[in-house]
């Protein structure tokens, strides 16, 4: 069991920002990331769909073999990561915005959270603000059309910087000094909102905290893999795989599978 891959999932192309720390941290690990970028947005659709999407997804990763699933996504955890629980054996693991960390080190009172419409508007997202921020000032974006610009390869245009410019007007007005990233694709932003945001802000996502819990979780179930000196990794899609290929900037293989 211990050679199996590491299954992730993400909407689309976003969540290889999670796979990129899962695959610093444990270098030995095989593992298989499904873009389901045919479906992106997932962040405008309502529970049930979200929620089905993702048990299309986790079946395909447990027909290849996978001993733990990473749900890269914000949208798909805040919605469905119960139901996934309830339903399959074997561990996942989910990411949420990082609001408790900016929470409990603001100096200004006031932190940004940009997040897709799924997330926000999550039980999940409710109960861990109200738990962690209420009696801070916290300024939630929906970052509309981020995602699809992401999606469709334009990362670095003009659109993007005039929408984020747009989303981060009100956070800079009320003098946040933590942006959270609630959003898997959001950290390929990070450029472009170093250079919109006052210095001061800190922008924080939970990438690494992921993929630190990823392998607690394979260490507390005795999984770990360290035998592979070279691990297999693979990527699927059924969306377009040159879109990948530029954020993940080096030489995998990405399939093309119908899923
Ligand atoms: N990467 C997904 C997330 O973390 C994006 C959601 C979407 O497709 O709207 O929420």
């Known amino acids: 069991m211990n050679k199996q891959p590491i299954g992730i999932f993400d909407s689309g192309?976003?969540?290889t920002s999670i796979w990129k720390e899962i695959h610093r941290l444990l270098p030995n690990e095989n593992s298989i990331y499904l873009a389901d970028s045919k479906n992106a947005p997932y962040g405008p659709k309502g529970k049930?769909?979200?929620?089905?999407l993702s048990i299309k997804n986790t079946e395909l990763l447990l027909e290849k073999g996978c001993k733990i699933i990473v749900v890269a996504c914000n949208t798909a955890t805040t919605n469905a990561i119960d139901f996934l629980r309830n339903t399959y054996k074997i561990p996942f693991i989910g990411i949420e915005p990082a609001i408790k960390p900016a929470a409990l080190q603001t100096k200004t009172n006031a932190i940004g959270i940009l997040a897709t419409h799924g997330t926000l508007s999550s039980e999940l997202f409710s109960k861990t603000s109200d738990k962690f921020a209420n009696?801070?000032?916290?300024?939630?974006?929906?970052?509309?059309?981020?995602?699809?610009?992401?999606?469709?390869?334009?990362?670095?245009?003009?659109?993007?910087?005039a929408l984020l410019k747009t989303y981060l007007e009100p956070m800079i007005q009320a003098n946040i000094d933590y942006l959270v990233l609630g959003c898997s694709h959001y950290p390929y932003l990070m450029p472009i909102l170093l250079d919109l945001l006052p210095k001061h802000v800190k922008i924080i996502d939970s990438g690494e905290a992921?993929?630190?819990?990823?392998?607690?979780?394979?260490?507390?179930?005795?999984?770990?893999?360290?035998?592979?000196s070279n691990p297999n990794i693979?990527?699927?899609?059924?969306?377009?795989?040159?879109?990948?290929?530029?954020?993940?900037?080096?030489?995998?293989?990405?399939?093309?599978l119908d899923f």
């Open 13 to 15: 192309v976003g969540g």
């Open 48 to 52: 049930e769909t979200i929620t089905n």
């Open 135 to 161: 009696n801070i000032t916290v300024i939630e974006q929906v970052g509309n059309g981020i995602v699809n610009l992401i999606e469709s390869g334009k990362l670095f245009s003009n659109e993007m910087k």
């Open 210 to 228: 992921v993929a630190r819990q990823t392998k607690a979780i394979l260490k507390q179930y005795n999984l770990l893999n360290t035998e592979t």
């Open 234 to 256: 693979e990527f699927f899609t059924n969306g377009n795989p040159d879109v990948i290929k530029q954020l993940l900037n080096s030489n995998y293989s990405i399939n093309y």
